[in-house]
């Protein structure tokens, strides 16, 4: 299973970005499937998680990036997303997709996003 993220980079505050996590296998096979994030000096933490199979109504958003960041998946692509809006400069990290199989986590290597005062 390989999970690849992209969409990172360096935005203004205020700004946007949409994170993308291709898998290498149909994502309705996923027990669940999340964002974390890993800022600088800091533990990585849950950003969003979303449903698993065809569930795609359930998401669950970490306080601090409620009202600003929408999960998505896109099974017909094998794809998740992360919209985030009004990003802030806290919202600087290193982004990371997971998904759980087979009683087995997967992550991707990561997408740096870094938001500038």
């Known amino acids: 299973v390989q999970l690849v993220e992209s969409g990172g980079g360096l935005v203004q505050a205020g700004g946007s970005l949409r994170l993308s996590c291709a898998a290498s296998?149909?994502?309705?096979?996923?027990?669940?499937m999340a964002w974390y994030r890993q800022g600088p000096g800091k533990q990585r933490e849950l950003v969003a998680n979303?449903?698993?199979?065809?569930?795609?109504?359930?998401?669950n958003y970490a306080d601090s990036v409620k009202g600003r960041f929408t999960i998505s998946r896109d099974n017909a692509k094998n794809t998740m997303y992360l919209q985030m809006n009004m990003l802030k400069p806290e919202d600087t990290a290193v982004y990371y997709c997971?998904?759980?199989?087979?009683?087995?986590?997967?992550w991707g290597q990561g997408t740096q996003v870094t938001v500038s005062s």
């Open positions: 997971a998904a759980a199989y087979a009683l087995t986590a997967y």
């Open positions: 296998l149909s994502i309705r096979v996923f027990d669940w």
């Open positions: 979303i449903g698993s199979g065809g569930n795609t109504n359930y998401a």
